[in-house]
């Protein structure tokens, strides 16, 4: 938003320099981006009369002028403008004068003696742009200081503001905060409503009230639609960044910075039948003022008569029923539409206009209707014309609710002990209606005050006028206490400090994956998919750690790494009934030599045993369950389940063939997923008397079928172990020469130790052959001799 400071002191004019000014509006909220000058510093010009213009004698394209100054006779002055003409009134720049880049002295142009310059507003710095002299006004006073009658000494604002902050999008909105901020008196220009000459009107229909629930027109009969702007409003139109067009365009232009509210001048006899709010049909085309014709949506709102679309609703006109040289009679439109049919809609043509950018945040539906009698009056005074009734209909406007602020709440949330006394004062500084009951106030906003919704929007207006300068900074003071820690409960820090102390480096991946990832790893042909996936590689959400472990396996080969651990420990995602679950899981890969490669050991591949030796050490003191099952990623016969008691906590094994050809690994890698909560979870050491007395250890040697699993074996033989047996260990396994075809031979180590007494053989003995006897007795085992 850039405004004219000079304009804005005509309805607030606080005791304030334009730095403070500045300062002032960015600590309430409005930031201040620039403040820059009118027009570059300059001196020596004056307003000016051209008396006479005669041809130079020695150049066609040259003038030699008589100027009055205002002194007691008239400046020669050659020029080269067009546009100089007997009587017209410019600016001068005499003799001395130091303009931007250039210092005016006496001297001979061709011949002629010349004393001065005829300006231009390039050549001043007051424009971008200039065609010839800057023509001024016939009733200029002649000798004037050009700076001063031409208010360059003006400063232009300009603010950055929020997108809630749409009732700073005028001069009136920013005069408003102003007044509130500096606590000065506020001076809005009247809109009484303007005589009625004219019997015509134009009907007014609307067919999407909701998303336009007020539309006011008014016909002006008989216009000169070739009237010049004034020159006051051409310099706040300029100042504010917009250039002059007509004078009808320029009022609509000056009321909506003005005031806020966008407005829009039909050609009336380009119209037929009357005006018809709707959406547009699907495909509908219209010929914009920007020279574009676009195909609208069918979500898009559109000003029609009864036989075409005439304007975008709240964004442009339309080309086909513009105002024109030709125009003398107009339909003047001042509507509210709702936001949310507005937002979006210039994004999605690829254009912005000041119109949308307002209509799209909100404006003052209270104010429409005086914004149609502003620039009615503007537009008869400068065009003429007879304006007729206004025409208007509507629906159902946004309600303002009183909200309530409760003293006390607002002194906890500023930390400042505002009394009753200094809100009511604040509030009353913000223009707003209040009831005030026992330390509450129902306070209801204005209708430009879309941003005032809650309390806490309350409170921070509160803050605002007090000043955020004026809130004390102190410092909080809160109890520190330890945290509990539970012995029995392993923090997830712990578990990674676990895993790098074994060589493993931790990576992280995105929770997006592809598709085949999931069936290829997990058999998951139904995964939780995306509706605004960022890539096509990263449709679905993962169900599993593996494919990103995977991913970061091959990124690391192709950089010919040749052994790898990684781990990750993050969140997966499942259907669960109607909704989803998000369980934490941990999960780690082994891929290469077991050890670096060095002189003291000889080099040998990672294997399933070295994996599962780092799950148990995870786990420990638990003692690690493994149940050999099939799994989607893993090869046939070397995969297993993780269980812990009676569930399935997790798998581990080596990546099945297939998908080791499909993603280009040399060799399959081993690895492992596991619930995160089956590794949180530890158990209490527990006290216990030191034996005094020596261990006896004895040696069980079996043979059973080889598909009795060695876990299940030693399930058995832990369920019936006496008290005086401290250890039941597996310590070796055999196949071959010896042993009968589908057998195979396990030995057993056998501790025992009694707390009480040094054991006898015949004690031991007994022990041993009760182990034996249940492992003949469930599993057919033969004792070997």
Known sequence: MKFSENWLRTFVDPPLTSEELAHELTMAGLEVEAVEAAAPPFDGVVVAEVLSVEKHPGADRLSVCKVNVGETGPLTIVCGASNVVPGAKVPCARVGAQLPGLAIKAAKVRGVESYGMLCSAKELGASDEASGLLLLPADAPVGTDFREYYELEDRLFTLKLTP?????????????????????????????????????????????????????????????????????MVRRLERSGLRSISATVDVTNYVMLEMGQPLHAFDLGKLSGGIVVRFARQGERLALLNDQAIAMDSDMLVIADREKAVALGGIMGGAGTAVS??????????????????????????????????????????????????????????????????????????????????????????????????ITGLLRRLGMSFAEERGVFHVTPQSYRFDLAIEEDLIEELARLHGYDNIPAVLPSAGLAMLP?????????????????????????????????????????????????????????????????????????????????????????????????????????????????????????????????????LLWPRALRLEAAPHPALHPGRAA?????????????????????????????????????????????????????????????????????????????????????????????????????????????????????????????????????????????????
């Open 164 to 232: 809630n902050r749409s009732d700073c999008l005028s001069v009136m909105g920013v005069a408003r905060e102003v007044a509130a901020i500096t606590a000065t008196n506020l001076r809005l220009p009247e809109a009484s409503p303007v005589p009625v000459e004219t019997d015509e009107a134009f009907p007014v229909e609307i067919a999407a009230p909701e998303a336009c629930p007020l539309y006011c027109g008014r016909v002006v009969e008989g216009i000169d639609v070739n009237a010049p702007t004034p020159d006051w």
């Open 325 to 422: 040289d030709s125009t003398r009679d107009l339909f003047l439109e001042a509507a509210f539409f709702n936001p949310k049919a507005i937002a979006g809609k210039s994004f999605r043509l690829g254009f912005v206009t000041d119109s949308g950018h307002r209509f799209e945040r909100g404006v003052d539906f209270a104010a429409t209707r005086m914004a149609l009698e502003r620039a009615t009056q503007l537009i008869v005074g400068i065009c003429g014309g007879r304006p007729g009734p206004v025409t208007e209909a509507r629906g159902a406007l946004p309600r303002r609710d009183p909200i309530r602020l409760r003293v006390e709440r607002a002194r906890r949330v500023l930390g400042v002990p505002l009394d009753d006394g200094q």
């Open 485 to 617: 820690e539970p012995e029995g409960e392993r923090h997830r820090s712990e578990i990674r400090q676990m895993l790098v102390a074994r060589d493993y480096q931790e990576v992280i991946n995105y929770a997006f994956v592809d598709a085949a990832w999931e069936a290829d790893f997990c058999g998951n042909a139904n995964p939780v998919a995306l509706r605004n996936p960022i890539a096509s590689q990263m449709s679905v959400m993962r169900s599993s750690l593996a494919g990103g472990l995977i991913q970061c396996l091959r990124s690391n080969v192709n950089r010919r790494q040749g052994r790898v651990r990684l781990f990750e420990l993050g969140c997966v995602f499942a259907r669960s009934g109607q909704g989803y679950d998000q369980p934490e899981k941990l999960g780690g890969l082994i891929y290469g030599e077991t050890l670096p490669e060095q002189w003291d050991a000889e080099a040998r591949r990672a294997d399933f045993y070295d994996l599962k030796a780092d799950l148990e050490a």
């Open 641 to 785: 389940r993780i269980r812990a008691g009676d569930k399935d906590v997790g798998w581990i094994g080596e990546l099945h063939p297939e998908w080791q050809q499909k993603y280009e690994l040399p060799q399959a890698p081993v690895l492992f997923e596991v619930e995160l909560r089956a590794l949180c979870g530890r158990d209490l050491p527990a006290s216990g008397e030191i034996s005094r007395f020596p261990p006896v250890r004895r040696d069980i040697a079996i043979l059973v079928d080889e598909g009795v699993g060695v876990q299940t074996l030693l399930d058995a033989l832990r369920a019936a172990q006496p008290p005086v047996v401290s250890e039941i260990a597996l310590f070796d396994l055999y196949r071959g020469q010896g042993i009968e075809k589908g057998k195979k031979s396990l030995a057993f180590r056998v501790l025992l130790q009694d707390t009480q007494k040094t054991l006898t053989d015949a004690e031991v003995d007994a022990v041993v052959a009760q182990l034996v006897g249940v492992l003949e007795h469930q599993y057919q085992a033969k004792l070997r001799t």
